[in-house]
Structures are given as C-alpha cells and as structure tokens.
C-alpha cells in the first residue's frame, strides 16, 4: 500500500468544510498537513477539527515550508488560477474547486504550469463523482439510452437564500453570479455525459439590485453538442421563483432525468444537489407497439465507488492519481471545455444574442 498523499489546505471555508469526511476518515490515503487561510481564526479553528498543527496565513510560505506534496483549494473563484500555478510551481499536485478559473486564459496558464511541472491537476466537479452520475454515464456509454438528441437543464429559485451584502458570489469579478458558482456544476455533467459544446446561443440579465459588476441571475441559453445533440439551459435566481433544478437527458432508445431533491433527501443525502435519477427505456409489448415511458430508479449498484460521498470520492481519486500517474477525471484540459461554455454564453449575450463558436474563444 502506498503512502497516504500529504496535502495542504488553502481556503477554510464553507466548501472546504466538505471536504473534512475524506481528511478525517480516509488518513490511510490522503493526510491533510497544513491548513492556509488569509483569515488566522478560520484557519486555526479548522486546523482544530481536523487534527493539523501546521497552520499558514501566507500561500506561499506553506509551499516553501509545509511537509506536503499537493494543495487543495478552495478559494474564491478569481483567486484559483494564481494558487494553482504558484503550487505548480513549487511542485505540488493540484486539485481546486469549481469552477476552474474566471477566465480562458487562467485555465490555460494552469494546464501549462502543471504540464511544465509534472504534476496533477485536477478540477473538484464533484457531481461527477456520485453514484448516480457514474451509473448515469455507464448507461450511456452501454448505449441503453440509444443516440442522446436532446438535453435540459434548469436551476431556479432563491436557494437558502442569497449571501450577505456585497458577498463574492454577487460580483462578476470575483467568479460570482449563476452560471459560476452554480449552473457550472450542471453544464459540468451534461458534458461528462454527452461530450463537448462546439457553439452556444445565449442570453443573461443582472436582475437583482445587489448584483455586482453584472453578475447574471437569469439565464437562457442553447447549446450545440459535437455529438450533433443539443442543449437547454436555463437559470433564474429569483427568490420569487419555485425552487427547483435538475437535468433531462433525451435520447433514441430511453429518457433520464432528475428529480428535485425533497427536504429529507436534501438533509441526509450526499446527493442533495439533486434527488433521485429516473430512467426509462423504450420497450415494444407485442401486439401492443410502444406502451409510453415507465419511469424506474436508475440502479447504481455495481458503481465502482469508494463511498456514496461525492466529495470523498474525488479526493480519493485525486489522490490516486497521483500516485498512479493516472489522468483524472476531471482534469484541468478536461474541465477547460466547461468554462469554454460559460465564456461562450457570456459572449453571445455580449453580441445580442448571436451564436458563437467555443474554438474561436
């Protein structure tokens, strides 16, 4: 058995808080070290509960000091590309949240400093790493849902409600605003099902008064899979609105979609994000013909999974991956097809609504 891989927290806040089950209950494969946050007590109380003596205010003197071989961020979203370089180059293998990083060119400088370096760098999308989605894409791949011709999406509601005054997920700036700190997670996953966007026609609006620097609460978008599907997303982040979001994968052969999680599914379940993933295969009875959809759990028995924790799960394959050498799932020159989506639905709303072209970004 190798040795358990030595990390490094940068971020203490509330997403790197989910990611404390895999630190504290996987130690046999990943051992957090060292804890970073520009916040001292933040990064001191969550040293606490993770059992870490080593604590960091300043990035760059963890990487120079600290006893790790890889850094897990989880920092606001426009500070993702610079953390991930600087711990590139001082060759740390790299796994960050979503989304990858404001801009095109930041993901590109990441890619580059990890290929340069020799490291792992890898996207935490950890819709990917449920049971549910991982059952989903065997499903496709097994060809059960036939030719996949359309796909949906829709994220509407005000959530728990809306972060504080002049919080960063408001401002466009720092990475806020629908498509990136949450509809990401959606776009993420039509993509690990169908494949890549080659064009996108969009439309986003900044509604709310308290939006910053043109975050977008409203979005309508249509995408144009590589595969010859094509895609419709729309998000609303009205507190007016009906709460709801899930996904729909229409294809020749069979239909699968989510389900709005309930309150108790959202309180116990790591797969809160959505509720259950229904499916239907198209069946002839004889002497019959078609007898219309029939709508069944989709079974994720045999899924080759850890845990049924999404985020455990990604760290734990962060983790062997960079112990085997192996390419993660979510890699950076993977997940840099995601951002180009979002980028894209920026650019045709910047262009009144025209198609753009993801090669062209």
């Not at 080593?54 to 993702?80: G, Q, W």
């Not at 169908?194 to 043109?214: D, E, F, I, M």
């Not at 180009?340 to 639905?345: D, P, S």
């Amino acid at each position: 058995m190798s040795e358990p891989l030595k990390i490094g927290l940068i971020g203490s806040g509330g997403i790197a808080r989910r990611h404390l089950t895999a630190f504290l209950n996987h130690r046999d494969q990943v051992r957090l070290m060292a804890v970073c946050d520009i916040v001292e007590d933040a990064a001191r109380n969550y040293a606490t509960r993770a059992g870490v003596d080593a604590v960091y205010l300043d990035v760059h003197d963890m990487l120079r000091h600290a006893d790790i071989e890889a850094v897990d961020i989880c920092t606001t979203h426009d500070t993702h590309a610079p953390l991930a370089v600087a711990a590139a180059q001082a060759g740390k293998h790299v796994i960050v949240e979503k989304a990858m990083a404001n801009t095109l060119q930041g993901c590109r400088d990441m890619i580059a400093a990890a290929d340069n370096a020799g490291v792992k760098l890898m996207i935490a999308q950890h819709l990917r790493y449920s049971p549910e989605a991982q059952a989903a894409k065997r499903a496709i791949d097994d060809g059960r849902l036939g030719e996949i011709h359309a796909v949906r999406t829709h994220l509407m509601g005000g959530g728990n409600g809306r972060p504080r005054e002049g919080h960063w997920m408001d401002d466009r700036k720092r990475g806020g605003g629908m498509l990136m700190v949450t509809s990401v997670h959606h776009l993420d996953l039509l993509r690990f099902y169908v494949g890549n966007v080659k064009r996108v026609t969009a439309v986003c609006r900044s509604l709310a008064p308290h939006l910053q620097n043109g975050a977008e609460d409203l979005v309508a978008a249509t995408l144009e899979f590589e595969s010859g599907a094509i895609g419709d997303v729309f998000g609303v982040g009205s507190s007016l609105a009906p709460e709801g979001r899930g996904y729909i994968l229409f294809g020749s052969k069979g239909t699968l979609h989510s389900t709005t999680p309930t309150a108790a599914e959202s309180e116990t379940s790591p797969t809160r994000h959505f509720g259950k993933l229904m499916l239907s295969i198209k069946e002839e009875a004889p002497g019959q013909g078609w007898t219309g959809p029939n709508f069944e759990p989709l079974d994720t028995s045999g899924v080759d999974l850890p845990t049924t924790d999404y985020f455990v799960n990604e760290i734990l394959h962060f983790a062997q991956c960079c112990r085997t050498g192996s390419e993660p799932i979510s890699s950076g020159r993977d997940n840099i097809e995601t951002i180009k989506i979002i980028m894209g639905i920026f650019e045709s709303s910047r262009r009144g609504g025209e198609a753009v072209d993801l090669d062209d970004l």
